[in-house]
């Protein structure tokens, strides 16, 4: 009897799964509605009356390894800084599995800060990411995710944010292959500053131009979220998707002025959410550029309506757009996930990499194909 109840229910939750396999995606209806998780991608915010009454948004969005030494930089970054409500800052951390300290993932993560998916090898190739079939992007974006939930004990369900190298779509396979892995939200797919996009769902066709030599998907993925990078205007003409690409150069002091210009337009324009993509390059490779983020940061701390938040919190007040006056951030920095420290030491391909966890240390390193780390 409770075999066939628990048939009975799995049946069901197959049936119950949404069917959006192969169905293309059509010009967006009105029966696109917010309340049913979808949002039409369009240039116009989710505002009543006048945007001066809403805040402004701001994701700042690091992808590289969290290793001793960008752990350390971010830290100095980020801590101490709060929002106009008092809250501490938010930031989403797009974290890459090799060369990850999942120890300082733990502690990022307990400090309230956004852990989400960027892969598992960052393959520096764009055509590996452009041409990748569903199945290998499921073992990359999954793969990831089951690494980070694993060795920095963060639950499985807080992890739904997912970002490609090089931001290559490989069209429907990228998306399928994020759903496959249960994440809810793409931060990859960049859009001009000409053409300013809020976050939107993709039930029906999106409107956004498809740039860099991506395929973008065309099939109907019901309630998963885009989140559009928009371009920064560089200082030299030209268009950018992240600070690094922006080729700013100059002191301190022009540094930040052309950052908080560019994000003073966005506000005074249209608040659409910014996401500002930091790589931790760019302060190896641009003197000042560090010192030059820095101070911008401190002077939008001036601003009562300038936030800094995780891309899910952006995600949240597009569901529900509250002025300012009812807007508040979250506090999680109050989420704790246990850490027992791990150094482990484990061989690829030859060579040793060390990895510090959370959990006692796996047989083999975890890699595409074997994300715990099993014994080959
Ligand atoms: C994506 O899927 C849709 C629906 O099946 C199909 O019409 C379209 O050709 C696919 N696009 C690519 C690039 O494969
Ligand atoms: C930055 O420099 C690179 C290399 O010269 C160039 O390809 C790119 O277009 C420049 N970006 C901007 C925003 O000017
Ligand atoms: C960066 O600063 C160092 C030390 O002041 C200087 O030697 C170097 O030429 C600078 N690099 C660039 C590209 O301006
Ligand atoms: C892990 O252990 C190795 C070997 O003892 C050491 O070289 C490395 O610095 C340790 N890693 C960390 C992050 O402590």
């Not at 229910?9 to 509605?33: M, V």
């Not at 452009?130 to 694993?150: C, Y």
């Not at 060795?151 to 369900?157: D, Q, S, V």
């Not at 998306?175 to 001009?192: G, Q, V």
Request: contains cysteine.
């Amino acid at each position: 009897m409770k075999l066939l109840v628990f048939l009975a229910a799995s049946l069901a939750a197959i049936l119950a799964r949404p069917s959006y396999a192969g169905a293309p995606a059509t010009a967006c209806t009105s029966d696109c509605k917010i309340e049913n998780n979808c949002r039409c991608s369009r240039r116009s915010g989710p505002f009543d009356g006048d945007i001066t009454e809403y805040p402004q948004l701001i994701t700042l969005t690091f992808d590289d390894a969290v290793t001793t030494k960008t752990y350390q930089l971010w830290y100095d970054l980020l801590m101490s800084r709060t929002n106009p409500d008092g809250n501490a800052i938010g930031a989403t951390f797009y974290v890459p599995h090799e060369y990850t300290d999942y120890q300082k993932v733990n502690e990022l993560y307990n400090y309230g800060f956004e852990i989400a998916v960027h892969s598992i090898t960052k393959n520096p190739l764009q055509s590996y990411w452009r041409t990748a079939s569903e199945n290998t992007l499921e073992q990359e974006f999954g793969g990831q995710k089951q690494i980070i939930s694993k060795f920095a004990n963060i639950p499985l369900e807080e992890i739904q944010g997912v970002r490609t190298p090089q931001l290559q779509l490989s069209g429907n396979n990228t998306i399928s292959a994020y759903r496959a892995s249960d994440l809810s939200y793409d931060s990859s797919w960049p859009t001009l500053p000409s053409k300013p996009l809020f976050p939107y769902t993709l039930d029906y066709l999106s409107t956004q131009d498809c740039n860099l030599g991506s395929t973008c998907p065309n099939e109907a993925f019901p309630g998963f979220w885009v989140l559009p990078i928009m371009d920064l205007n560089g200082p030299h003409g030209g268009w950018c998707n992240s600070l690094s690409s922006c080729n700013m150069t100059g002191t301190a002091d022009q540094i930040a002025d052309w950052l908080c210009n560019e994000i003073v337009k966005v506000k005074d324009n249209t608040r659409v959410p910014l996401t500002l993509s930091v790589n931790s390059y760019w302060f190896e490779f641009t003197n000042n550029s560090l010192a030059g983020l820095t101070q911008c940061l401190d002077t939008l701390q001036d601003s009562s309506d300038v936030f800094l938040v995780t891309h899910k919190q952006v995600i949240d007040w597009v569901k529900n757009p509250v002025k300012l006056a009812d807007f508040q951030t979250e506090d999680a920095s109050n989420q704790v996930s246990n850490c027992n420290e791990y150094n482990c030491s484990l061989m690829k391909d030859g060579k040793t990499m060390y990895m510090k966890t959370c959990v006692s240390c796996p047989a083999a390193y975890p890699w595409l194909g074997n994300p715990n780390g099993d014994p080959k």
